[in-house]
């Protein structure tokens, strides 16, 4: 599915959480002193960034909508609107038009290392070519135009999302819709900052409609805790369920924030372009929001729990420590961030504002109270599966069950296919007991029942894994596009099963095949209800 088969996208969040603390943390540590530049430029600049993480969180919330409504196979995908492809490949453009933009920017600041030298001749003051080029106005306001468009090009991938997700089939969760309204508040005072610089009657035209400051304030404040919120309500979902209280804090979270950013918008927290650091309780707030939905992210996605992930938070740690505790590599830092990491400005100049405040406390207490439930919701809720809270012991089979689809040209049995399973993951074949067969439709459902090795990946990741990219024996007989393993949440949220949305006859045999695993693994746990209640 799409959670188990994009790691590469996966990681991105990741990444992108990590420069924000550690940037955080320079900024903290740095906060007597400096403070990073408060610009319309820069707001748009970084605001891609951010709205990278808020696409990555509707995808999320559009693919799950779509195997929530038609099951966990290749099929679902045509339950997504053809709007989604489009929004996707504009949101790739548009975030590689912003890394054209930013690489640009930083080759530029490396070649024009003739500023701080005192010129000696008139040759040296017409500098070269090159100089001449990346010195010249024109030159500069094609890069912030760049960085303009590829803002822009981000929105109208959020609010395509958005819309697609309103006319998507399956029922709208509590999730989705306060997801969609803090993705649209993150993204519109971004979008009109991002047009306003694209031209300067535009421009114009803002300034006589909003007022002083209305919408970099709003943008900055979207922009301090909106991505990790996005992610955070997007991921909050994919358990496919939620109890009232849940969704009474997931509105709440959205009302909150929404009432936090029309607050600064309206009394904005400090003068225009003006270098302050943040508060501290805000910038704490950011630190404890980014960790919570670092875990998040990592519980949602258990093949990311792997060593590399935490050399990678020891190494942050280190950098962390280094900048907190020595100069020099603190000064490394300073200097590589110098054009952005400024004097900071006098404190006078943060704007007094007793109710904008409460508010903005207000939505950092909602959002803290959002993440621990999220993260909450995740831990500890119950996968729907064979538990059914009987004090006697007995195992039903269905935990873990494993799928291989094969081929039509594959000769040989499910005895035979079962050995074949049994060599790629490694186990002795008695450790793999086969549960049921349908030959018709070219299945079977097995299931791993030996003891598992803590120094060794689940043999159900390993399975997926295998079955994502087969090779040798297994790829002349598994079908690589059906699931590896049967979903019992999906099972359980399938609607309609005799509707086939496919004109595709291989598609229409795989849904039906699908299909018929969780008749199979509905009537079993029947089965095992009814013995518990006689057992009872």
């Not at 540590?29 to 970084?46: K, M, Q, Y």
């Not at 399938?494 to 969780?518: F, G, I, M, P, T």
Request: proline share 6%; hydrophobic share 50%.
């Amino acid at each position: 599915g799409f959670l188990a088969r994009r790691a590469s996208v996966k990681m991105q969040p990741l990444a992108y959480l990590a420069v924000r603390a550690m940037l955080g943390w320079i900024q903290f540590i740095e906060r007597s002193e400096r403070a990073f530049l408060s610009s319309p430029l820069l707001l748009v600049a970084c605001g891609a960034v951010h709205s990278w993480a808020v696409v990555y969180s509707l995808f999320v919330a559009v693919h799950t909508r779509a195997m929530r409504y038609d099951g966990y196979h290749e099929g679902y995908v045509e339950h997504l609107p053809s709007t989604v492809a489009a929004s996707e490949t504009l949101a790739v453009a548009s975030s590689w038009i912003w890394v054209l933009a930013g690489f640009t920017t930083a080759a530029v600041r490396i070649l024009d290392d003739d500023v701080a030298i005192l010129p000696s001749g008139m040759e040296d003051l017409k500098g070269n070519p090159i100089t001449r080029l990346i010195r010249s106005p024109v030159f500069t306001t094609a890069l912030g135009h760049l960085h303009s468009v590829s803002c822009v090009g981000l929105f109208t991938s959020i609010l395509s999302l958005c819309i697609s997700m309103a006319f998507m089939k399956g029922a709208v969760t509590a999730c989705e819709l306060c997801l969609a309204m803090v993705s649209i508040v993150f993204a519109l005072p971004h979008a009109v900052l991002a047009i306003g610089r694209l031209s300067e009657g535009a421009e114009n035209v803002l300034a006589q409609l909003l007022p002083d400051q209305f919408v970099e304030a709003a943008a900055s404040e979207a922009a301090a805790l909106g991505p990790q919120l996005c992610i955070i309500l997007a991921l909050a979902d994919t358990p496919g369920h939620a109890y009232l209280w849940q969704n009474l804090v997931y509105v709440g979270v959205s009302a909150a924030f929404l009432s936090s950013v029309v607050a600064c918008a309206r009394n904005p927290p400090k003068s225009g372009g003006t270098a302050l650091p943040p508060e501290v309780p805000e910038t704490m707030v950011c630190f404890i929001v980014d960790g919570i939905t670092t875990f998040v992210i990592i519980l949602s996605y258990p093949q990311l729990n792997t060593w590399l992930f935490w050399l990678c938070a020891v190494v942050l740690a280190g950098v962390a420590f280094g900048i907190a505790t020595m100069p020099p590599f603190r000064e490394f830092y300073n200097e590589w961030l110098e054009p952005l990491l400024v004097t900071r400005g006098d404190t006078f100049k943060r704007l007094k504002g007793e109710g904008r405040q409460m508010v903005r406390k207000g939505s950092w207490a909602a959002i803290l109270v959002c993440a621990v439930t999220a993260l909450w919701d995740i831990m500890l809720h119950p996968v729907p599966q064979a538990a059914l809270g009987s004090p006697f012991e007995y195992n039903p089979p269905l935990p873990n069950l494993l799928m291989l689809r094969w081929q039509p040209s594959s000769e040989g049995g499910a005895s035979q296919h079962l050995s074949t399973a049994a060599e790629v993951l490694g186990v002795d074949e008695n450790t793999l007991q086969l549960e049921e067969t349908f030959n018709e439709h070219r299945l079977m459902l097995f299931r791993y029942t030996g003891t598992p090795k803590p120094d060794e990946a689940p043999v159900l990741m390993s399975w997926q894994a295998a079955m994502m990219a087969p090779s040798g024996k297994l790829a002349s007989v598994a079908d690589s596009s059906f699931p590896a393993a049967l979903n019992s949440t999906m099972c359980s949220s399938l609607q309609d099963k005799l509707e086939v949305s496919s004109s595709n006859v291989e598609k229409q045999e795989a849904r039906a095949a699908y299909v018929a695993a969780c008749d199979w693994w509905k009537n079993r746990l029947l089965s095992w209800e009814s013995v518990g209640r006689k057992a009872q």
